[in-house]
């Protein structure tokens, strides 16, 4: 499957999550885990000591939150790159309110 890496730029007031007019939503990164699982694929190419891999994080900033979503279906993750260990993990509720907005994904199928 393939999943490309959003930066988002929702407006939240509140407990409201606006998609942002001004700021559109970027792919910063883009990887294909063909037969394995997001998190698998990410354990076996990502997780070493200092995983900063300038060919994938390139467009990235460190410590800052993107959003995995598949090119098909909605197991969406986020993550964060560090210089260290870097955080992926399947993306929680406000963080798939935050991706149904700024991409205009059905909210039932995200389940919202």
Request: net charge negative; charged share 25%; hydrophobic share 35%.
């Amino acid at each position: 499957m393939i999943y490309n890496f959003y930066e988002l730029h929702p407006i939240i007031n509140g407990n409201e999550v606006y998609k942002n007019p001004k700021k559109k939503p970027r792919i910063v990164a883009t990887v294909d885990t063909r037969n394995q699982g997001f998190i698998e694929y990410m354990e076996e190419n990502f997780y070493h000591g200092l995983c900063w891999d300038k060919e994938f994080m390139g467009n990235m900033e460190l410590d800052n939150y993107y959003y995995a979503v598949p090119d098909s279906g909605y197991g969406c993750y986020v993550f964060s790159p560090h210089l260290g260990f870097s955080f992926w993990d399947i993306a929680e509720h406000d963080d798939r309110v935050a991706i149904a907005v700024e991409l205009e994904m059905d909210r039932d199928k995200m389940y919202i």
